[in-house]
Structures are given as C-alpha cells and as structure tokens.
C-alpha cells in the first residue's frame, strides 16, 4: 500500500483530482492568503485536500502513474493497484482506521463506509515554495512602553551615525599648505619637487637723527622693499591603490519547488525530472528543503540563468544562502 500513497501523493502535486477507483476522489483546492483575526496570523497562499466518496470512476490517471513509475505493463500496473485498494480495504476492516501517508486518516464505520480527514495542514504545494504562516500583532495591542523604548533606540542609531560622521570630518585632512625646516612645499600629501625659497622681509636702513638745531634734523630715507623671485613648483600626484573586495562566499541557488521534509523533496525531484532533465539539487535551511536546478556564485550569473529557466518554471525564484 505504500506504492499507493506516494503515486497519488505525486499526482495531487500537480492535479486537482485524483480517484482511488472504487473507493472516491482526492479533490484539492487552492487557498488564497488571508489573515486570521482570531489568532492574528498571515496565512500563505497553499492548497488544502477533499475527499468525495460518491467519485469511484475510474479515469486511469492513477493507473498510468503506476505504469510510468514502476515501468509496468497495463495488466501488471492494474493487478498491482487492485492489490494495493484490496490492501486499504481489509485494514479498514480489520483496525477502522489506516494512516495514509501526510494526506490523512481513512476511517471506517461499522456500515462499512469509508470517510476521509484530510491533514489540517494543507498538503504540499511546489508553486507556493512552502511560505509558512507570519504572526503579527496589530499595532493597537502594542504597549505603549514598547513604542517609547523602539523610539529612544532610533534616537541612539542616529544619534552614533551623526557622531562617526562629524568625527570624520574632523579627522580627514584637507588641503593645507606648510612649510618644513628644509623649505619644502607640502599640500594634502603630496611633495614638491623643487625648493621654494621663503619670502625675503623687508629690509630697511638705520634712520640717522643729527641734531643741529632744535627745528632742524636730517632724517635719511627708508630703502625700498626688495621682492624675492619664487621659482615654479611642480606637484607630483600619485594616485591612490584601488583595494580589492573581498570574495564573496554567498551562492545563488535557482530554486524550482519546495518541501517541508526530505522524503517529499526526493518525490517532487522525480517529478520534476520528467518536465526538465537537470541535476537537481536539495538545499537546507529555515526547516524547508528547496530543490535547486543550478547554483552560481554571484547574482549576475544566477539572473542571466533564472531568465532561461522561468521559461519552463515561470515561478522559479533565487535563493541567497
């Protein structure tokens, strides 16, 4: 009977109906996100799971995946699925309740009808990529002591960035022109090539005062100020080294479905190798198994392939871990 619960666990992936011929139909429905007041939660888009009883049609949907999936003939596929319902059915009536897999529970009553409870769950969806419930609160039922204390923390960032960038200021040097013992010109860093001689002062001559009479004196005349040459500086300019960044050790992952755990992550790859032949890959991480079709090392790669693969999986997405 296990052979039974993964076959239809692989056609409800990607199917709305399934029959169990004889027994009914696994009806799935798509759940639009939505917000539960209740228990204030955002609940993602997924798909949750029926059952109908009174569908017992067989429409060989599940015989044909008993054929491609364990290469059989159509008179061996059919055998080993009537062996597999006849199966359910007698531990029905042996125990009235049968786990079937991560989809339900099978009950039986004492009249002999089969029931079906579906898992509150949902069942697994590979084009929503496993988004899990988020819980928020509404902004009202926030205390207003939590308010003041995330305000003052906002105050404290801004209040360390302004610091850092007025110590920057104060730090950086600008262009400041100086003169060393040697008379060499030094501006923001760069040296000179030629001397530069200091301005000369003014020289002035001795007065002389001869005093012949009281209103009569001779003063000599003050000598001209001689102004120095100053020969042409020449500045030499050296660019400054350009660091190399570091590599980054992050990957990009094209991400093409999504499980919960890693027996349903192996089933969705034996699905999806039948869409597109590639090595699929499962990456970890957050308690979700993404299946990966290609990783890169840098996002410009990872985004150049991503175009190529929506056009087969138009819901593919990158994942940075």
Not at 169 to 174: E, G, I, S, T
């Amino acid at each position: 009977m296990e052979k039974l619960v993964q076959n239809i666990s692989r056609l409800i992936a990607h199917h709305n109906c399934v029959i169990l011929p004889g027994v009914g139909a696994f009806l799935a429905h798509k759940v639009p996100a939505c917000y539960n007041a209740a228990e204030k939660i955002f609940m993602p888009p997924h798909r949750s799971l029926g059952f109908n009883p009174q569908v017992v049609v067989d429409d060989a949907l599940l015989l044909s995946e008993y054929m491609n999936s364990g290469k059989l003939s159509y008179e061996e596929a059919a055998t080993a699925l009537s062996k597999d319902i006849d199966t359910l059915r007698s531990n029905l009536s042996a125990t009235g309740v049968v786990c079937f897999g991560e989809l339900g529970t099978f009950t039986m009553d004492i009249e002999g009808k089969i029931y079906f409870a579906p898992n509150k769950n949902g069942i697994d969806d590979p084009y929503n990529y496993g988004f899990e419930p988020l819980a928020i609160a509404p902004l009202s039922e926030l205390k207003k002591k939590d308010i003041v204390i995330k305000r003052s923390n906002v105050k404290k960032y801004i209040s360390a960035v302004a610091a850092v960038i007025i110590l920057a200021f104060v730090l950086v040097p600008f262009g400041k022109k100086m003169y060393n013992d040697e008379n060499q010109l030094s501006v923001a860093g760069f040296v000179s090539t030629e001397n530069v001689s200091k301005p000369a002062a003014k020289t002035v001559e001795t007065v002389t005062v001869v005093a012949q009479e009281v209103y009569d004196c001779e003063i000599a005349p003050v000598a001209e100020t001689v102004t120095p040459t100053i020969n042409t500086v020449e500045v030499a300019v050296t660019e400054p080294a350009v660091s190399e960044m570091p590599a980054s050790n992050e990957k990009h992952s094209i991400i093409v479905a999504s499980s919960p755990n890693a027996k349903n992550a192996q089933l969705a790859i034996t699905e999806l190798s039948r869409k597109m032949k590639a090595d699929y890959t499962v990456v970890e991480g957050d308690r979700r198994h993404r299946i990966a079709i290609e990783t890169y090392d840098n996002a410009d790669d990872a985004n150049l392939a991503l175009e190529r693969i929506q056009l087969t999986f138009p819901d593919a997405w990158i994942y940075v871990h």
